[in-house]
């Protein structure tokens, strides 16, 4: 099955066609999560009609897995002739929602309307923990409630735990709690900065010996440990680098916004267009940016294509890179996560630290004169 | 023998890649993808239609191949699609209820 989704993915690449889209509803939400990289209020969504007609032409386009996603998506009262329209239409659609408004009739409908996968967001198996993350008070009593609904049905559930310093130690509570619903489980250790820009919330982010020990965990690896954090295999060879793609932002895969803004990934803030100006075809196949981004391989990354982890143990990032500034850089989250996975640095941690150092002896000279401070920098170069 | 109909059903996600379709079943998650002459008789199974009319029309004009082998492999084809619950099959018209 994996090998026939590559497949997939290898073909639409070929063709060029979007195959896989996350549309953002709406950023309005009931829960108020403290590691939310999102602005909550309305600055003008897509309007029903809008939206039926974005999906009518993905649709054309050749998108088949369409996530819709938030903000909670049933903030929406047209949330479900909104996926129904989508399922009329063929998508195979998955649903990201915190479920504290599904009740019965809300849980009847999904079931009918044979949807992929419901993913729900769960951060500890404790209401205080839970509840505390996300600011609604019985946050979690209801969203525990809305799974059992809809396990029951036959809709599969995955939860999804982001771990922060607050629930890192509950994970394993998280996982036996959806095993004992009969639920999926994925972890995800990445906190990311607001789409604004503000990277304030990254310190929320779960501290080094903590990633260590999820990297070591065989239950939540899917591999064992030792293969998942064996030494990096060295960079890509040259002629390899020059095929190789960072991800398949911008390639298979694209964001919308609920104001109909177009974006490699969600995690990739670079705008690319935007439907109610232009058709989602010609963004896709002829925006400057998309077309920007997917001229990008691995031998275009200075930093990364010479670095030891290229070859396989990197995850990194384009869209995190360009948050820091530069999409052909290395996205220093994803550094430090393929350091705790390996223990060997990185080559963007190794440039750091010299710029870092040589910033260093820059501010030890600064008692200095002017001159004696510029003599001693370039010493140091 | 009485003519067998096929339909769609609706607990698929499907969508046509370059000459293939591919096809996920909410029922279990497989993946399938068609080649270019199983597509032509998923894209032409609305229910009314009887198979072999199908593979008349959808196949045999459109491919170079034997009616009588054509039609045997095809309700080969569409007994294996229904076993995954991705097609229906009857020997009556098949009415969408919904």
Same mark, same amino acid.
């Given at each position: 099955?994996?090998?026939?989704?590559?497949?997939?993915?290898?073909?639409?690449?070929?063709?060029?066609?979007?195959?896989?889209?996350?549309?953002?509803?709406?950023?309005?939400?009931?829960?108020?999560?403290?590691?939310?990289?999102?602005?909550?209020?309305?600055?003008?969504?897509?309007?029903?009609?809008?939206?039926?007609?974005?999906?009518?032409?993905?649709?054309?386009?050749?998108?088949?897995?369409?996530?819709?996603?938030?903000?909670?998506?049933?903030?929406?009262?047209?949330?479900?002739?909104?996926?129904?329209?989508?399922?009329?239409?063929?998508?195979?659609?998955?649903?990201?929602?915190?479920?504290?408004?599904?009740?019965?009739?809300?849980?009847?409908?999904?079931?009918?309307?044979?949807?992929?996968?419901?993913?729900?967001?769960?951060?500890?198996?404790?209401?205080?923990?839970?509840?505390?993350?996300?600011?609604?008070?019985?946050?979690?009593?209801?969203?525990?409630?809305?799974?059992?609904?809809?396990?029951?049905?036959?809709?599969?559930?995955?939860?999804?735990?982001?771990?922060?310093?607050?629930?890192?130690?509950?994970?394993?509570?998280?996982?036996?709690?959806?095993?004992?619903?009969?639920?999926?489980?994925?972890?995800?250790?990445?906190?990311?900065?607001?789409?604004?820009?503000?990277?304030?919330?990254?310190?929320?982010?779960?501290?080094?010996?903590?990633?260590?020990?999820?990297?070591?965990?065989?239950?939540?690896?899917?591999?064992?440990?030792?293969?998942?954090?064996?030494?990096?295999?060295?960079?890509?060879?040259?002629?390899?680098?020059?095929?190789?793609?960072?991800?398949?932002?911008?390639?298979?895969?694209?964001?919308?916004?609920?104001?109909?803004?177009?974006?490699?990934?969600?995690?990739?803030?670079?705008?690319?267009?935007?439907?109610?100006?232009?058709?989602?075809?010609?963004?896709?196949?002829?925006?400057?940016?998309?077309?920007?981004?997917?001229?990008?391989?691995?031998?275009?990354?200075?930093?990364?294509?010479?670095?030891?982890?290229?070859?396989?143990?990197?995850?990194?990032?384009?869209?995190?890179?360009?948050?820091?500034?530069?999409?052909?850089?290395?996205?220093?989250?994803?550094?430090?996560?393929?350091?705790?996975?390996?223990?060997?640095?990185?080559?963007?941690?190794?440039?750091?630290?010299?710029?870092?150092?040589?910033?260093?002896?820059?501010?030890?000279?600064?008692?200095?004169?002017?001159?004696?401070?510029?003599?001693?920098?370039?010493?140091?170069? | 023998?009485?003519?067998?109909?096929?339909?769609?059903?609706?607990?698929?996600?499907?969508?046509?890649?370059?000459?293939?379709?591919?096809?996920?079943?909410?029922?279990?998650?497989?993946?399938?993808?068609?080649?270019?002459? #199983?597509? &032509?008789?998923?894209? @032409?199974?609305?229910? =009314?239609?009887? /198979?072999?009319?199908?593979?008349?029309?959808? +196949?045999?004009?459109?491919?170079?191949?034997?009616? #009588?082998? &054509?039609?045997?492999? @095809?309700?080969?084809? =569409?007994?294996? /699609?229904?076993?995954?619950?991705?097609?229906? +099959?009857?020997?009556?018209?098949?009415?969408?209820?919904?």
């Amino acid at each position: 099955m994996i090998g026939l989704v590559q497949e997939m993915s290898d073909k639409a690449q070929r063709l060029g066609i979007p195959l896989a889209v996350q549309l953002d509803l709406t950023y309005r939400c009931n829960e108020r999560c403290v590691h939310c990289y999102l602005d909550h209020d309305d600055h003008g969504e897509m309007n029903t009609a809008e939206i039926k007609e974005l999906l009518d032409q993905m649709a054309a386009a050749g998108v088949f897995f369409l996530t819709l996603s938030g903000g909670e998506i049933m903030m929406r009262r047209d949330f479900f002739e909104i996926v129904e329209h989508a399922r009329r239409l063929s998508f195979c659609v998955k649903l990201k929602t915190n479920a504290v408004m599904v009740r019965r009739s809300e849980a009847d409908r999904l079931q009918a309307l044979a949807l992929d996968s419901v993913q729900i967001s769960v951060y500890s198996h404790r209401a205080e923990v839970h509840d505390a993350i996300t600011k609604l008070p019985g946050s979690l009593k209801r969203t525990i409630a809305a799974v059992r609904l809809l396990v029951e049905r036959g809709v599969k559930v995955i939860f999804a735990n982001v771990l922060m310093r607050e629930n890192f130690q509950d994970y394993p509570g998280v996982q036996a709690l959806a095993a004992e619903v009969g639920a999926e489980f994925t972890i995800d250790p990445t906190i990311t900065p607001m789409m604004d820009g503000d990277r304030s919330i990254l310190n929320l982010n779960i501290e080094r010996a903590q990633l260590q020990q999820v990297f070591r965990d065989a239950s939540i690896l899917g591999t064992s440990p030792e293969e998942f954090c064996a030494p990096p295999g060295g960079p890509p060879a040259a002629e390899d680098a020059q095929k190789m793609l960072p991800c398949s932002a911008g390639h298979t895969f694209c964001y919308v916004s609920p104001y109909g803004d177009v974006y490699p990934c969600v995690q990739f803030p670079l705008p690319t267009g935007n439907v109610r100006a232009s058709r989602f075809l010609d963004i896709w196949k002829h925006s400057p940016q998309m077309t920007e981004v997917r001229s990008i391989t691995i031998s275009d990354l200075p930093v990364c294509s010479t670095c030891s982890h290229g070859g396989g143990s990197c995850t990194r990032c384009p869209g995190l890179a360009y948050m820091e500034g530069n999409m052909r850089g290395p996205s220093s989250q994803d550094c430090e996560k393929s350091f705790v996975r390996t223990g060997v640095e990185t080559a963007g941690m190794l440039i750091r630290r010299e710029a870092r150092s040589i910033a260093g002896l820059v501010q030890i000279r600064s008692a200095a004169s002017p001159d004696s401070r510029a003599e001693s920098l370039q010493n140091c170069l | 023998m009485s003519p067998v109909y096929i339909a769609r059903t609706s607990e698929v996600a499907a969508r046509l890649l370059g000459s293939e379709m591919m096809i996920m079943s909410a029922r279990d998650s497989t993946l399938f993808s068609l080649n270019e002459t #199983a597509t &032509a008789i998923w894209q @032409a199974a609305n229910g =009314v239609t009887p /198979l072999s009319e199908i593979v008349e029309r959808s +196949l045999c004009a459109q491919f170079d191949v034997d009616p #009588a082998a &054509a039609l045997r492999d @095809a309700e080969e084809l =569409v007994e294996g /699609l229904a076993k995954h619950g991705i097609l229906k +099959l009857s020997d009556q018209p098949i009415v969408e209820t919904k």
